[in-house]
């Protein structure tokens, strides 16, 4: 099992700037792909980037494409996800999780197996 730890959420302002952590332990090696997800209240939990191992390739939700950009750090068994000209409604508890596997549709849940716990980012306008 691959324990998750989710880090710097908070309260930024529209059109500011803000860079989420997941460190990882455990057993890592397999935690081929690291995805993030996002849940906002009332609303379903929504997939938003993923990450593949080797970092050589990525994908985004068309909600964030352009403005968040998704990164790992091996040896630190981190990822990164760095959000850029945030807008309210990107309010929302963000998660990260790892998959075993490379699947053909990364943004469906069910391939994670391991969750962080969340973090907060509120974006006021």
């Known amino acids: 099992q691959v324990q998750l730890v989710e880090s710097g959420g908070g309260l930024v302002q529209t059109g500011g700037s803000q860079r989420l952590s997941c460190a990882a332990s455990?057993?890592?090696?397999?935690?081929?792909?690291r995805g993030w997800f996002r849940q906002a209240p009332g609303k379903e939990r929504q997939f938003v980037a993923v990450?593949?191992?080797?970092?050589?390739?990525?994908y985004y939700a068309d909600s964030v494409k352009g403005r968040f950009t998704v990164s790992r750090d091996n040896a630190k068994n981190t990822v990164y996800l760095q959000m850029n000209n945030l807008l309210p409604e990107d309010t929302a508890v963000y998660y990260c999780a790892a998959a075993p596997a490379v699947y053909s549709n990364m943004a469906y849940s069910g391939h994670y197996t391991s969750w962080g716990q969340g973090t907060q980012v509120t974006v006021s306008s």
């Open positions: 990450i593949t191992k080797s970092g050589n390739n990525t």
């Open positions: 455990g057993r890592t090696f397999s935690a081929y792909a």
